[in-house]
C-alpha cells in the first residue's frame, strides 16, 4: 500500500502586472481582501486567522492579473516597494490603484501543497 | 346534599348585622315544590326550590298549604327528564323573589344587631364625659382647683371626642349590602374589645374615684383623656383590621359559571371565605355577561340523542346490575358511529351566517332610522320647517322602521327575552337625547353585556347559597375551592397563592454598551 501526505510550504513569487486601460480606469482584474481594520477571522486563504493581511479573493478570468501568474489566495507581501502587510483596506486599495502607474511589482506568498509519496515497503 | 357539603349557610338580599348567626344555623333548609307552576304552559319542567331558613311560626303553615296543593301538581305538570332538577322558568324565579321580599323573620335578627351596636356606641361615647362630669356634680365643693391644665385637657378631649365621632360615622354608618351567613369575625372581635376595654375603665373609676371621691380633679380629667386615647386607638385597629389588611393581593381567585364555562380572574387579598364570596359576588354582575338558558338548550338536546338510542336488556336473568348496564351503555355509545360532530358543525356555521345577515340588516335599517332625525340648533328654529318633537316623540316615530330588523335579529341571538319594547324605546330616546350613533345605540343589543345592563329586578339573583367544607369564616388559603349557588346555575371559585417572587437586580455597566465593527470587505482592483 502506499502511502501518500502532503507538505506544504510557503513560497514567495514576484509577479508583475501590467494595468489593463479600461474607459477611464487602469484595472487590475483581482480582489482584495483584508486589512488591520478588518475582521481577520472571516478570511478563508489565511492559515493563521489572526492574519491581517491582504490577500487576493478572486481574479478574474482573462484580466491582467491572471496573466502575469496571480493566484486565488496569494498574500501580497509589497506593491512596488510599499509594504502591505500593516495597512488598512482602503490604503491596499489606494496603493494598488494609483492612476499615474501601469505596471505594478508585487510580492507575493503562496501557500503550495506538495504530494510527497512515500513508499512502504512490503513483504 | 353531598357529603362533602358540611357547612352550608344561606343569605339574602337584606343588610343583617351579624349578631345571631347560630340562630340562623340552627333552622334548616325548607323543600318545598312551587305551588305555582301549574298555571303558565312555559313550566314544563320538574321544579325544586330552596328557601331560605324562615320563622318556625311561619314554616308549619306552609307545609301544611305545600301537602294540598302537591297532589294536583304532580298530575297536571309534565316533566322532562335528563335535564336538572333545579331547572325552574323565568316566571318562577320573578314570582319566588317576590315571595322572598315578604318574609318578616329576617328584620328582627338586623335590627336588634345593630340597636345593640348602637347602644354600645353611644355609652363608649358618653363614658369620657361622664367621667369628667360625675365629680362636678357629685362633690364639687371638695375639689381641687384646676386651672389653665384642666382647661387646655377639656379642649383636647372635646376635640379628640369629635374626631372620634367623625372616624365611627366614615367607618360604620354605611349601608350594610349584604347579609352574610356567619359572623364578621374581626367586627365581633372589636365590639368585645371595646366592651372590656371600657367596662374595665368604669370598674377602675368606680372603685377609686367614685368610692373615695378622689378630689384631684386634674388627675381624673386626665383618666377621661387616656380613656379618649385609647378609643382612637382602637379606631385606628378597626381600620387596620376591616379595611386595611385586605388590600394587598395575595390570592388569585378564578370564578366559572357552571352553565356554560365562562369564567374570570380576580384579585383578593387576606379576607375570610364570606367576604370573598361577597366580593365575587359584587364583581360577577359586572364582569360576567348575563345568563341566557335558551343558548343552552342546544348542547342539552345533543346529549340526550346520544344516550337516547340505546336500551338495555338482561338476558342473564332477573339480577340488577345499575352500574354494569350503566358501563355497557356508555360503552356501547361511544362505539357507535354517529355524525354528530358533522352535525354541529354544519349547523354552527349555518348559525353563523343567519346572524351576520341579520345583523347587517339591522345596521343598515338602523342608520337609516337615524339619518331622519336631526339636533335641532338653538339659532336654526326659525328656519327648520319640521316638526319639534322631544326624544321621546322621535323615537317613537323612527322605532317602526328599524323594530323588524331588531326584532329578527334578537330572535337569532335568543336574547328577545332581554329586551321589551318599552325598554328599546326608552335607549332609543336615550341615545337621541345624547346625540349618539346608530353604533352607539346598537352596541347594546349586539353584544350580550354583564347582568347589571338589564332590568335588575328581573335578572338580580337575590338568593346565594355558600357552599364550602371549610368553616366560611376561615381566611383564604391556597387550593379551596368554594361554590356558589343560585337557583339556574353555579359559581365555582378556585383559590390560587401569588407565588413568592424573588426579585434580584444585575447592574449593567453602560460602558458595556459599546461595539466594534468586524467587517470583511472585497475590493475590486
Known amino acids: 500500500p502506499r502511502l501518500s501526505s502532503f507538505v506544504s510550504f510557503s513560497s514567495q513569487q514576484r509577479i508583475e502586472i501590467h494595468k489593463l486601460r479600461q474607459g477611464d480606469n487602469l484595472i487590475l482584474g483581482f480582489s482584495i481582501g483584508g486589512g488591520i481594520d478588518q475582521d481577520p477571522a472571516q478570511n478563508p486563504f489565511s492559515e493563521d486567522k489572526t492574519d491581517k493581511g491582504i490577500y487576493v479573493t478572486r481574479v478574474t478570468e482573462g484580466g491582467p492579473a491572471e496573466v502575469a501568474g496571480l493566484q486565488i489566495g496569494d498574500k501580497i507581501m509589497q506593491v512596488n516597494g510599499w509594504d502591505m502587510t500593516m495597512v488598512t483596506h482602503d490604503q491596499a486599495r489606494k496603493r494598488l490603484t494609483k492612476r499615474n502607474e501601469e505596471v505594478v511589482r508585487l510580492l507575493v506568498t503562496r501557500q503550495s501543497l506538495q504530494k510527497a509519496v512515500q513508499q512502504t515497503m512490503m513483504s | ?525
Open chain 2, 1 to 525: 346534599m353531598s357529603a362533602t357539603m358540611d357547612t352550608e349557610s344561606t343569605y339574602s338580599g337584606y343588610s343583617h348585622y351579624s349578631g345571631h348567626s347560630k340562630k340562623a344555623h340552627r333552622q334548616g333548609r325548607d323543600r318545598h315544590k312551587s305551588p305555582r307552576s301549574k298555571d303558565g304552559s312555559r313550566s314544563e319542567k320538574s321544579v325544586t326550590i330552596q328557601t331560605p331558613p324562615a320563622e318556625p311560626l311561619l314554616g308549619n303553615d306552609a307545609s301544611r298549604a305545600e301537602e294540598g296543593q302537591d297532589d294536583n301538581w304532580g298530575e297536571t305538570t309534565t316533566a322532562i327528564t335528563g335535564t336538572s332538577e333545579h331547572s325552574i322558568s323565568q316566571e318562577d324565579i320573578a314570582r319566588i323573589s317576590k315571595d322572598l321580599e315578604d318574609s318578616v323573620g329576617l328584620d328582627c335578627k338586623r335590627y336588634l344587631g345593630l340597636t345593640v351596636a348602637a347602644v354600645l356606641g353611644l355609652l363608649v361615647f358618653l363614658t369620657p364625659i361622664a367621667f369628667i362630669l360625675l365629680p362636678q356634680i357629685l362633690w364639687r365643693d371638695d375639689l381641687e382647683p384646676c386651672g389653665t391644665v384642666c382647661e387646655g385637657l377639656f379642649i383636647s378631649v372635646a376635640f379628640k371626642l369629635l374626631i372620634l365621632l367623625i372616624g365611627t360615622w366614615a367607618l360604620f354608618f354605611r349601608q350594610p349590602k349584604a347579609d352574610i351567613p356567619r359572623v364578621f369575625v374581626f367586627r365581633a372581635l372589636l365590639l368585645v374589645l371595646i366592651f372590656l376595654f371600657v367596662f374595665s375603665y368604669w370598674l377602675f373609676y368606680g372603685v377609686r374615684i367614685l368610692d373615695s371621691k378622689d378630689t384631684n380633679y386634674q388627675g381624673i380629667v386626665q383618666y377621661a383623656v387616656s380613656l379618649v386615647d385609647a378609643l382612637l386607638f382602637i379606631h385606628y385597629l378597626a381600620i387596620v383590621l376591616l379595611e386595611l389588611r385586605q388590600l394587598q393581593p395575595m390570592f388569585t381567585v378564578k370564578v366559572v359559571r357552571s352553565t356554560d364555562g365562562e369564567s374570570r380572574y380576580y384579585s383578593l387579598g387576606h379576607l375570610s371565605i364570606q367576604r370573598a364570596a361577597l366580593v365575587v359576588l359584587e364583581n360577577y354582575y359586572r364582569d360576567f355577561t348575563v345568563y341566557n338558558p335558551a343558548l343552552l338548550t342546544a348542547s342539552k338536546s345533543r346529549a340526550a340523542k346520544h344516550m337516547a338510542g340505546l336500551k338495555v336488556y338482561n338476558v342473564d336473568g332477573p339480577g340488577n346490575n345499575a352500574s354494569g348496564q350503566s358501563r355497557a351503555m356508555i360503552a356501547a355509545a361511544a362505539r357507535r358511529r354517529d355524525s354528530s360532530h358533522n352535525e354541529l358543525y354544519y349547523e354552527e356555521a349555518d348559525h353563523e351566517r343567519r346572524v351576520k345577515k341579520r345583523r347587517a340588516r339591522l345596521v343598515v335599517a338602523v342608520e337609516e332610522a337615524f339619518t331622519h332625525i336631526k339636533r335641532l340648533q338653538a339659532e336654526e328654529q326659525q328656519k327648520a320647517p319640521g316638526e319639534m318633537m322631544d326624544p321621546r316623540e322621535a323615537a317613537q316615530a323612527i322605532f317602526p322602521s328599524m323594530a323588524r330588523a331588531l326584532q329578527k335579529y334578537l330572535r337569532t341571538t335568543r336574547q328577545q327575552q332581554y329586551h321589551s319594547m318599552e325598554s328599546i324605546l326608552q335607549h332609543l330616546s336615550f341615545c337621541i337625547t345624547n346625540n349618539m350613533t346608530p353604533k352607539a345605540f346598537l352596541e347594546r343589543y349586539l353584544n350580550p353585556g354583564p347582568t347589571l345592563q338589564y332590568d335588575r329586578d328581573r335578572w338580580f339573583s337575590k338568593q346565594w347559597t355558600l357552599v364550602s367544607e371549610e368553616a366560611v369564616t376561615s381566611g383564604l388559603q391556597d387550593g379551596i375551592v368554594f361554590v356558589l349557588k343560585c337557583l339556574d346555575f353555579s359559581l365555582v371559585v378556585n383559590v390560587k397563592k401569588i407565588p413568592f417572587i424573588k426579585l434580584s437586580e444585575e447592574f449593567i455597566d453602560p460602558k458595556s454598551h459599546k461595539f466594534v465593527l468586524r467587517l470583511q470587505s472585497e475590493t475590486s482592483v
